[in-house]
């Protein structure tokens, strides 16, 4: 579905002088696509002949339970994701120059962000099925380059450029470890197939010499997800990035990776000491955990951006993951997919309050005195009074709006939208772990899974780094609720952001419906939990019992 | 390399039925399904329309091209409908007996089961490779069979029972 | 002729890359240098790697030598005089490739070729299995295109399909890149 609609796009794109429709009937479109093709892949999610796993297109994908649920949970997402885009104009750089509506709307880049990300979502849905080496590594590489192409967005600035680099060569760094790892295990078994490469492996007695590629590979994942030690692209890729970028990297491509991370366990326990029998991806896997929880909470203490505080707690929230991922017990993947599940809800809804909040950069509210009106058409655009009429706020190169949490202040205040505030609030809380809203049943579901397989120490953290990090997330609360705002007003001549004629003071509605049902989510889980529990329960369950 | 043997809940038909075969069996059900989702399309970016404050200026081309969308991801939700009936997934009395008849029927007229193709055998079998099972996977890729082979993973003697000319088995696995 | 070839080629990739290091003027010594890889990827097709061969000359000859030459085109580098080489890398040098042409030699010392040696069989190469017959080839000869086209499009065409997509984006990405 997800190639047709693909194909069908790029058909209809060249027509758009023709037939003039603007980027949004494309984004809603695509939007529409993936939640068919999330339809499609719940038609087959619970049927009995898929416990086992069915091997199709000549062994190189291996379709079971787990797979079909990840493929509906990922199409799922994008589609919730995608309306993140609708109406958002992306632009070329900051600064734009267009006068009118019309032509931002038809402005050819924004009709194929999401033909791009269809292509990325693709990469996601072929990763969670691959059962092959070669196919584990194309499905990367066609979810992740859609990804380096789209941070590049903002051309005109320096730091967003900087941070599209930098994801792009870590992102081709990590796909060469696997590529590494990979060609030696080929080279060993002779085989490409991951479930050949487990029987051969385990076959051999005391050969300890698979160990290394499966480091490799596994290896090359965690700096994609990112995990500790390897996660010091992430904050500065997701603070310089675009938010719309930066809130699809925080969400889909994890769930990707760490769906193939929970298929690749029984690959990587093979790779053990030959002497005690300990699994040493079992133990890089507990060791990144803890060095995510720690690392993430530590450092996001220190941070005054909010993108690059929300790029930290991603990792203290991957610590979590990779915890649960390490406990090899029926009841350890009901928690990890469970923490997965609520993790995509609260951080959608943050990404999504977050991007609301950007879109009102420009406007005020209540009582303050600056407002931004269009310019009179007569005069001529090339001149520089054109643009000095109305005021503006000035920005400057090193600032970007709404990027600075104490810029927050100056517009996020309780008083001038508070539902948004108390919605923006609540995630927040959810992301700490208080109860009773989601994220703490997720916490608790981790926690008590690791209390029983005897993981002391590790628990012990993970509560101190959850506590730490319920000080950062106070921290924007406290600036969200109780600073007050102050403007400072200056003309510029050199830029002049044309968007603030354009945006509204409140945020489109369909924002607030899937912001208010999100945070309804969050909230209401405690009423009724038993269709999620319930499903994640038979789905852990078919992995381990057919 | 025989095709994998999977636990049914009902008897297999055939684990890769050729396209016109599939498409042939749709019961009503499918077809509503398709019709459905056809119209689920515009509705859904209707939707959308509403959720925006100012109405987008192409609302007609937007509502054509969902529908477009609708139809195609329809086709496909009947298929795989169609399909795991074939694979013995879900419940399928009706395809089977259909089946049953229309393949004696085959037999009867002398016409090869799963009729003539121009490829060479390893050609037919490793198409068949990529076409099993191949409506699972929908949501990313929609591969269907156009192939005549043989191997379709399924005891074939069941069509030959009680027939007055009776072949040697062709137990094609 | 096959055998004229066989040795004749290797001779010619040497003198090109002597010559490539050699040159006065930098182009040509890209020039050389597109010498050195057709004569190697002749000597790939003639050993019966047909897909190395084709690649070599797309890949090094259609990108990498082609990105030398506008790189060597647009900058402006200064005429190197021969004899201005300074000596002091020589010793360095003398031992980096001695070392290298030792490592060489060593392997090929460890393979047994015998005497019936088929220049098509590079299993000889490998030290360990080089005493067995070269059974794969006496039956029946596929090239190694070939094998690669079976592969790819009958044993994997998913791969290929994925490929495909992949190169979709590698088109439309420097759309949406350089609008």
């Known amino acids: 579905?997800?190639?047709?609609?693909?194909?069908?796009?790029?058909?209809?794109?060249?027509?758009?002088?023709?037939?003039?429709?603007?980027?949004?009937?494309?984004?809603?479109?695509?939007?529409?696509?993936?939640?068919?093709?999330?339809?499609?892949?719940?038609?087959?999610?619970?049927?009995?002949?898929?416990?086992?796993?069915?091997?199709?297109?000549?062994?190189?994908?291996?379709?079971?339970?787990?797979?079909?649920?990840?493929?509906?949970?990922?199409?799922?997402?994008?589609?919730?994701?995608?309306?993140?885009?609708?109406?958002?104009?992306?632009?070329?750089?900051?600064?734009?120059?267009?006068?009118?509506?019309?032509?931002?709307?038809?402005?050819?880049?924004?009709?194929?962000?999401?033909?791009?990300?269809?292509?990325?979502?693709?990469?996601?849905?072929?990763?969670?099925?691959?059962?092959?080496?070669?196919?584990?590594?194309?499905?990367?590489?066609?979810?992740?380059?859609?990804?380096?192409?789209?941070?590049?967005?903002?051309?005109?600035?320096?730091?967003?450029?900087?941070?599209?680099?930098?994801?792009?060569?870590?992102?081709?760094?990590?796909?060469?470890?696997?590529?590494?790892?990979?060609?030696?295990?080929y080279a060993l078994s002779g085989l490409t197939s991951l479930e050949g490469v487990y029987l051969v492996s385990s076959l051999g007695v005391g050969y300890s010499g698979f160990l290394i590629p499966v480091l490799f590979i596994g290896l090359a994942v965690l700096i994609k997800l990112p995990a500790a030690p390897f996660h010091y692209w992430a904050p500065d890729v997701y603070d310089g990035v675009p938010t719309l970028v930066t809130s699809w990297l925080a969400i889909m491509p994890k769930i990707a990776l760490l769906a193939f991370l929970l298929l690749y366990q029984g690959l990587s326990q093979i790779g053990g000491i030959v002497v005690t029998e300990q699994s040493v991806w079992g133990f890089i896997l507990l060791g990144s955990a803890l060095l995510s929880l720690v690392l993430g909470a530590l450092l996001g203490v220190a941070q005054y951006r909010i993108k690059r505080m929300v790029a930290y707690s991603t990792i203290s929230h991957l610590g979590f993951l990779l915890l649960a991922l390490g406990l090899v017990t029926p009841q350890g993947l009901e928690a990890y997919l469970f923490y997965l599940f609520q993790y995509v809800v609260t951080s959608s809804n943050l990404f999504f309050v977050l991007l609301v909040y950007s879109n009102?950069?420009?406007?005020?509210?209540?009582?303050?005195?600056?407002?931004?009106?269009?310019?009179?058409?007569?005069?001529?655009?090339?001149?520089?009074?054109?643009?000095?009429e109305g005021l503006s706020v000035m920005r400057t190169p090193t600032?970007?709006?709404?990027?600075?949490?104490?810029?927050?202040?100056?517009?996020?205040?309780?008083?001038?939208?508070?539902?948004?505030?108390?919605?923006?609030?609540?995630?927040?809380?959810?992301?700490?772990?208080?109860?009773?809203?989601?994220?703490?049943?997720?916490?608790?579901?981790?926690?008590?899974?690791?209390?029983?397989?005897?993981?002391?120490?590790?628990?012990?953290?993970?509560?101190?780094?959850?506590?730490?990090?319920t000080g950062f997330y106070l921290r924007v609360i406290r600036v969200l609720f109780f600073d007050s705002i102050h403007f400072e007003i200056s003309r510029s001549t050199e830029m002049i952001l044309r968007r603030a004629v354009l945006s509204e003071s409140d945020p489109k509605p369909l924002h607030s419906m899937v912001i208010a049902t999100l945070s309804l989510i969050i909230i209401l889980f405690l009423a009724y939990p038993y269709p999620s529990l319930n499903s994640l329960h038979l789905i852990a369950l078919s992995f381990y019992f057919w | 390399m025989p095709p994998q043997k999977v636990k049914t809940d009902y008897e297999p038909i055939d684990t890769d039925p050729h396209f016109t075969r599939v498409v042939r069996y749709f019961r009503n059900s499918d077809y509503l399904v398709w019709a459905t989702t056809t119209a689920f399309g515009p509705a859904f970016y209707y939707l959308l329309e509403k959720g925006g404050r100012v109405p987008s200026p192409n609302l007609g081309f937007g509502l054509k091209l969902s529908a477009c969308v609708g139809a195609v991801g329809g086709f496909l939700f009947a298929y795989q409908r169609s399909s795991m009936r074939f694979w013995g997934w879900t419940e399928n009395l009706q395809e089977y007996d259909r089946d049953l008849r229309e393949m004696r029927q085959r037999i009867k007229e002398?016409?090869?089961?799963?009729?003539?193709?121009?490829?060479?055998?390893?050609?037919?079998?490793?198409?068949?490779?990529?076409?099993?099972?191949?409506?699972?996977?929908?949501?990313?890729?929609?591969?269907?069979?156009?192939?005549?082979?043989?191997?379709?993973?399924?005891?074939t003697s069941r069509y030959y029972k009680d027939l007055e000319n009776d072949d040697e088995n062709e137990e094609k696995f | 002729m096959r055998l004229f070839l066989l040795e004749l080629l290797p001779f010619l990739a040497l003198v090109s890359a002597i010559f490539v290091i050699t040159a006065d003027n930098p182009i040509l010594g890209v020039l050389f240098l597109i010498g050195v890889f057709l004569t190697v990827s002749g000597y790939l097709a003639l050993i019966g790697l047909t897909f190395l061969a084709l690649t070599y000359l797309i890949i090094y000859v259609g990108a990498i030598a082609i990105l030398f030459l506008f790189v060597v085109m647009m900058m402006d580098l200064n005429l190197l005089d021969l004899s201005e080489l300074p000596s002091v890398s020589f010793p360095v040098a003398a031992i980096l490739a001695s070392s290298l042409l030792a490592s060489l030699i060593s392997l090929l010392n460890q393979c047994n070729i015998p005497f019936w040696f088929d220049s098509l069989n590079l299993i000889h190469l490998i030290p360990s299995l080089s005493s067995t017959l070269s059974w794969s080839s006496t039956f029946h000869l596929i090239e190694h295109l070939h094998v690669l086209g079976l592969a790819l499009y009958v044993a994997f065409p998913l791969l290929l399909i994925i490929v495909g997509l992949i190169l979709l984006l590698a088109i439309i990405g420097p759309i949406v890149l350089c609008l």
């Open chain 1, 360 to 388: 009102q950069v420009l406007e005020t509210w209540g009582d303050s005195t600056v407002f931004l009106e269009q310019p009179k058409p007569e005069k001529d655009p090339s001149e520089e009074s054109y643009w000095l």
């Open chain 1, 399 to 469: 600032t970007k709006p709404l990027l600075i949490s104490s810029e927050y202040n100056r517009i996020s205040c309780f008083h001038s939208n508070p539902v948004l505030a108390l919605s923006f609030a609540i995630c927040l809380f959810s992301m700490a772990g208080i109860p009773p809203l989601i994220g703490f049943f997720g916490k608790l579901l981790v926690l008590t899974t690791a209390l029983d397989s005897g993981y002391y120490f590790l628990v012990f953290i993970a509560i101190l780094v959850s506590v730490i990090t």
């Open chain 2, 110 to 155: 002398g016409k090869p089961l799963y009729g003539v193709s121009r490829m060479s055998e390893y050609a037919q079998m490793s198409s068949s490779w990529m076409s099993r099972y191949a409506a699972l996977r929908f949501s990313a890729f929609p591969i269907f069979n156009f192939v005549n082979h043989n191997n379709h993973g399924v005891d």
């Open chain 1, 1 to 185: 579905m997800v190639i047709l609609s693909i194909l069908l796009l790029a058909a209809a794109l060249p027509f758009s002088s023709v037939f003039y429709f603007s980027s949004i009937v494309i984004n809603r479109v695509a939007i529409l696509v993936l939640l068919l093709s999330s339809l499609l892949a719940f038609n087959t999610l619970l049927l009995e002949p898929l416990g086992v796993g069915v091997g199709i297109y000549g062994g190189v994908c291996l379709v079971s339970v787990i797979s079909q649920a990840f493929d509906c949970f990922i199409l799922a997402s994008g589609s919730l994701l995608l309306v993140l885009a609708t109406g958002i104009l992306p632009m070329k750089s900051l600064y734009y120059w267009s006068s009118t509506r019309e032509e931002i709307t038809h402005d050819p880049l924004s009709k194929l962000i999401p033909l791009i990300l269809l292509l990325s979502t693709l990469g996601m849905s072929c990763l969670v099925t691959s059962s092959d080496l070669v196919t584990v590594y194309l499905s990367i590489e066609l979810q992740s380059l859609p990804l380096y192409i789209l941070a590049c967005l903002y051309r005109d600035s320096e730091p967003a450029t900087s941070a599209a680099l930098k994801y792009f060569l870590i992102g081709a760094l990590s796909s060469c470890l696997f590529l590494l790892g990979s060609s030696l295990l």
